[in-house]
Structure formats: C-alpha cells, structure tokens
C-alpha cells in the first residue's frame, strides 16, 4: 500500500505524507480522505506541551469494540510519549446519533475530554437525514456549551452498501448529512473507509468474507486484505486501516489553525436537539408491575454486569416482565424513544400514539443471544405538538426461533428464551414530557 508503517506492540504508525495512499487524495474519482477545516489545535496544544488529555470516542459497535478506537489512542501515545492520554470508550451497538445526542453528557462530557471522535455513519443508515442534522448538530452544540474547548472531529465508518457509491466518487447519504453539520461549524472529518475502497477497487481487498480456516481458502484470498465479517464489522486489518486513516489526518491536522475557545453559529436548524436529555422513567405513569432494579444487590440486574458497563451506560434499570404492564404519558414534541434493553427473555411492545393503530416493536432480534443496552424508536417526526402516548408489553412473543434463524442460530435452550420482559432505563423525548 506504499505506507510507511511499522508494528510494535498493539499498533505503532510511522507515517510517509508523501506515501502513495497520501498522494491518492490528489486523484480524481475518490472523495477526499480528510477535510481540516480549522484543525484540532487546541488538543494539539495540549499534546504538545505533555498534558494529560483525553479523548472520547462516541458510536456504534465499530467503535465500541477494541480496533480503530484503541490503536489510535496508542497511535497518539507513541508519537506524544510526554502527554498522559487517556481514551473513553462512548460506542454502544446497534445505536446512532438520535441516541448519541441524549447519552452525550452522562457517556462523554462529565469526563472532560480534551478530543471527540463522533462515528454514527453507518448505524445512521436507517434514520432520516432531517434526524441526523439534528442529532449531530445537537452533539456539536451541547458539547462546545459545556466545554468550547473540546476539539470535536467527525469519523465516517463504511458498510457493503455504501462501497460503490464512495467508488464513483459519491458521499454516501448519512455522510452528506454530517458534512452538512461539520462544515457549518468547521469540525474536521475523517473518511476513514475511503483507502479500503480504494484497495477493493484495485482487487487488493475482499470486503466481506469469512476468515480463512484452512489453506485453500488463504489462497483464494491471494494476498489481498480481507477487510470485514459481515459487511460492517471490521477484522483486525480493517480496522488497522480505519487507523491509519486517522493517523495521516493527524498528520495533516498538525499547525492548522491556533487554540481558542470554539464559538457557536446561528443554528443550521432552530429545531436541533441541543437540550436533548433522558427523562427518568417514574416521570411516567407506571402500571403496578413495574419494579427498579438494584444494581447492587438484584439478581435479576447483576446478570446483566459482565460486559455491560452498566456504571457508564444506565445508572437506572426498571423491569416489567407480564403482558399488560404499560407507560404512559404525555408529551409535547416531535418524538418518542425507550433507552431499553433487548435480549433473549424480551417480547414485544405494543405502541398507541393519541387515536392512531398501534403498532407492535420487538425487544429481540437475531442477535439476541445474550442482552444488549440499545434504543426503541416508539414514535418520530411528529408535528411539534402535544400528543398522548401509551407503550404496552403485548401478550405474544415474537417468532423467536425465526428470527434467530436469519443469523442461522438455533436456541441452545428454549426455556432461556421463554419470556415477555421489558428493561427500560430512561424516556427520550425530543421535547418535554407534560405533567
């Protein structure tokens, strides 16, 4: 790949500006790498002069699990060996910046980071561009409210679908839509999957395809890189290519701009979800099953510890577990979502909104072999207005063994997955709830 890169350790990136993946970003038909706007020179400073800083990283599973995230934490502790760098792990699966916005102040800006890497452009694929303008634009705003001296940068993930378009030379829609929000505010982003198109266009890459097990299946790949599982998850090569990503724009982020408090814009959209925050869910009105669990001594919540993070995810757990068990309330805004938990004991929730048809969400889906923090999007881009809203645990499961089928898993134990639970943390209303 012409890169001048050498591995120590987890990951050490010594890098060549003048390597042919640097001079790429001068041909035609690719979207730029990086666009600096004006810098990161606050963090910079601080790296410079050998502070202690940290650095936060918000986003979905790609960001959660240890890849891109840790290699470049380690990355900038190689190359500013002085400084004490600290990273914070923000990335929840399976969830974009419609929840981003709302878990921002509990997962990232009460540990005053110095840095924030934003990654929602994949899980953002299923949600209005008009959503993601508010979300990421609420990021932006309450971030550089409680801190104007947080450096923020936009990291832009790939999956399968968005391969061709990033070939032609077209940003993928969710990207678009944070290009939108970053130039309004000059906040630098990073097209970390943009040399792993290239590389799959000039056949040195296989996007998606399983590891290879045995010889005849490593010939097949023929030296070329084999980039993800599943169209989105990286292996360990994928993701030390979205790092190498972020390691060059370092590089050219380096000198841009002079450190100063970050001032905030008119708004792109008056309507942004700036003062997004959870609502504790005895707001509500509760039917008589409902019951909040201990995090210290409840069995039915220390099942969930390992792995969960609880401490940094949902210092608040309810649990109803019967058809019939309801939420109710009643709001003023444009939207509805439950910061819930989904898993192999969870059923199904029925949603009424005012006088309109319910409709019916599972809490399971073919990853529900074990439990998940993740959200439920009740209802959306609804009139600003004051609507009733009731959410209602249905008296059916879903079609569990179907839906584990997809992923072809079958149920290790029936009895594991019997059950109607609901695991409700907060309420996130864009708007308020009323009394």
């Known amino acids: 790949m012409g890169l001048c890169i050498t591995l120590t350790g987890a990951l050490t990136l010594l890098l060549c500006l003048s390597s042919a993946a640097s001079a790429d970003d001068q041909r035609s038909g690719l979207p730029p790498e990086c666009l600096a706007r004006g810098g990161l020179a606050n963090f910079f400073q601080k790296l410079d002069r050998g502070h202690q800083v940290k650095i936060a990283y918000l986003g979905g599973s790609i960001t959660k699990s240890p890849g891109w995230r840790t290699m470049t934490r380690d990355w900038f502790q190689e190359q500013y060996p002085q400084a004490s760098i600290e990273g914070i792990n923000a990335g929840i699966s399976g969830t974009g910046s419609d929840l981003g916005i709302f878990r921002l102040r509990r997962d990232v800006l009460q540990h005053d980071p110095d840095l924030l890497f934003v990654e929602f452009a994949v899980n953002d694929g299923g949600t209005s561009t008009e959503r993601i303008h508010k979300s990421m634009e609420g990021i932006a705003r309450q971030a550089w409210r409680a801190d104007p001296n947080l450096d923020i940068c936009f990291v832009y993930t790939m999956a399968q679908g968005m391969l061709r378009d990033i070939q032609k030379g077209l940003l993928p829609r969710t990207i678009r839509a944070h290009e939108t929000v970053a130039d309004h505010y000059g906040i630098p982003t990073i097209h970390m999957g943009r040399e792993a198109a290239r590389l799959e266009a000039d056949d040195k890459l296989v996007f998606t395809g399983k590891w290879p097990q045995t010889e005849e299946d490593r010939a097949a790949l023929g030296g070329r890189i084999l980039f993800s599982m599943d169209g989105a998850h990286p292996y360990d090569a994928g993701h030390r290519l979205y790092a190498e990503a972020v390691a060059r724009s370092m590089e050219r982020m380096k000198g841009l701009g002079r450190p100063q408090p970050h001032s905030l814009p008119e708004p792109f959209r008056a309507d942004n979800f700036e003062h997004a925050a959870p609502i504790p869910l005895d707001r509500a009105e509760l039917s008589a099953g409902w019951r909040k669990l201990d995090f210290a001594n409840d069995p039915a919540k220390s099942e969930f510890r390992e792995g969960m993070e609880f ?118 209303v864009t708007g308020e709830i009323l009394d």
């Open 311 to 428: 401490g940094d995810r949902l210092d608040a757990l309810w649990l109803a577990e019967e058809p019939g068990e309801s939420i109710s309330f009643r709001f003023k805004g444009t939207s509805v979502m439950m910061y819930d938990i989904v898993g192999p004991d969870c059923g199904q929730i029925i949603v009424t909104l005012d006088d309109q048809e319910p409709k019916t969400i599972p809490r399971f889906d073919s990853w529900c072999e074990g439990h998940r923090v993740t959200v439920m999007i009740a209802v959306t881009d609804l009139p600003d207005e004051v609507h009733t809203i009731r959410l209602q645990i249905d008296d059916e499961q879903p079609d569990k063994a179907a839906i584990l089928a997809q992923r072809g898993v079958t149920m290790d134990d029936p009895a594991r997955y019997d059950g109607t639970k609901w695991y409700v943390g907060y309420i996130l």
